[in-house]
């Protein structure tokens, strides 16, 4: 959510931000808010000038009384009582229009970083740096659940018995395999500083509302129904409620946290849900990385968080690349955001495997996340969100990049810890 004043003072370039993200129907909620905030406004002026001529007539009743004049003090506090029935009035005016402001203001989107490439959609996405060299090996690589299949490491059909398209069974090594890299993530981003979190896996509506927009809350979130929960959709979103409607010490910033968490996802309206495999599923494990710094940091964290995700993927043999987000492929909390993507030795291209977004000062407006700095004065905080790593999907990566002709899977010397000093995995082992 941006800041009303701006919005008040720059409505033209509020209005150019929407056209950039593609939302033009959105452009006249901006002259539409305009309107009703100056009504609120006036409401509220009129409201406290009541307020005061009530203090005023309070203290003059209580001389009248004093003086023994029952008769005016009477006729005051007349006065005062029909200022009471119209002060009421005004503040549930107030109220009303106060709430329209807000809903609004929540739609609007965040004004993007100027660096962010104008397109309408992900087709528009720019590649930034490639990291190693994508290679296709002389034998063809089978299909990710063939490969899982070799290890009698999956079982889509039993899962779609139990629970439906886009679950699935792990089992053995495939399980195992899963397991090491989300340890893996873990320790790499501890070994970088940050502070490893297990949060709560549901979230109260008045978190769910400060940390995405109404559109990805439909799209994503399942409710749990009679309650007012929602199952997260990554930690990212517990992660940051952690701060909800806190002043935070600047002296104390930033806050560097890597969180894992399983994330259950909809996933309504995307393709290939109904795909055999564990590409677009609605429930997944993840090692994230959240951040809350000051302003004038935000953009050097940004960075940061994507060179953790392609330096873990590097460590893995995984060759990546960083594609930026064009306007229209941004959320609309986002200033800016990057997608990592690793390639896919059986389509030679890449495909995405985590996303690092900068959000600016909008999750902390929503959640009243502020900070105060030495002298007292208190502004709203930044946030950022990374992927460090996700199976399954990263498992795809993983397997694809390093199998061998005959079937095995070689293991980086990072991961063999995680999976008792095996240089391997074979089929049948």
């Given amino acids: 959510m941006i800041d009303l004043k701006f919005l008040r003072e720059n409505p033209d370039a509020v209005k150019q931000n929407i056209r950039h993200k593609f939302q033009d129907h959105k452009v006249p909620l901006v002259d539409e808010v305009i309107e009703l905030d100056a009504k609120a406004r006036k409401t509220q002026q009129e409201a406290d000038e009541l307020r005061a001529k009530r203090n005023q007539l309070s203290k003059e009743i ?10 005016e003090a009477e006729n005051v506090k007349a006065q005062v009582n029909e200022g009471a029935k119209r002060l009421a009035e005004l503040e549930e005016e107030e109220k009303e229009l106060q709430e329209k402001v807000t809903k609004i203001m929540m739609t609007i989107p965040n004004i993007i970083d100027p660096s962010v490439p104008i397109g309408k959609d992900d087709s528009c996405n720019v590649e930034i740096e490639k990291f190693g060299e994508p290679a296709v090996p002389d034998f063809e690589i089978p299909y990710h659940t063939d490969i899982m299949e070799r290890f009698s490491g999956i079982d889509l059909d039993a899962a779609g018995k139990v629970a439906g398209n886009g679950f699935y069974y792990l089992m053995g090594d495939i399980a195992r395999l899963h397991s090491a890299v989300i340890s893996y993530a873990r320790d790499f981003m501890i070994g970088r500083g940050f502070t490893y979190v297990v949060p709560p896996f549901m979230i109260r509506s008045s978190v769910v509302t400060g ?4 559109d990805e809350m439909d799209a994503m979130m399942y409710k749990i129904e009679g309650e007012d929960l929602y199952l997260i959709g990554t930690s990212e979103h517990s992660m940051i409620g952690k701060f909800i409607d806190t002043i935070q010490e600047e002296e104390k910033l930033p806050y560097t946290f890597t969180s894992y968490s399983p994330c259950f996802r909809k996933e309504k309206g995307a393709h290939g849900i109904e795909e055999r495999g564990v590409y677009r599923i609605h429930q997944f494990e993840k090692q994230e990385m959240i951040v809350v710094c000051k302003p004038e940091e935000s953009r050097m ?17 995984i060759p990546v690349r960083t594609l930026e987000c064009c306007s229209g492929d941004l959320a609309d909390l986002k200033v800016k955001s990057c997608d990592v993507e690793a390639w896919s030795p059986r389509q030679k291209k890449y495909f995405e495997v985590g996303s690092c977004s900068n959000l600016g000062d909008a999750q902390a407006r929503r959640l009243k996340i502020r900070v105060k700095d030495k002298n007292g004065k208190k502004y709203f905080a930044h946030t950022l969100n990374n992927t460090v790593a996700a199976p399954p999907r990263m498992l795809i990566a ?27 995995l074979i089929p049948g082992g």
């Fill in 62 to 71: 209580g001389k009248l009384m004093g003086q023994g004049k029952r008769d």
């Fill in 211 to 214: 940390v995405m927009s109404f």
């Fill in 301 to 317: 964290w940004y960075d940061r968080l994507w060179k953790n995700t392609v330096d873990l993927f590097r460590s893995l043999d």
């Fill in 398 to 424: 993983f397997l694809e990049n390093n199998l061998n002709e005959d079937g095995s899977v070689n293991i980086p010397e990072v991961l063999q810890p995680y999976m008792g000093n095996a240089k391997k």
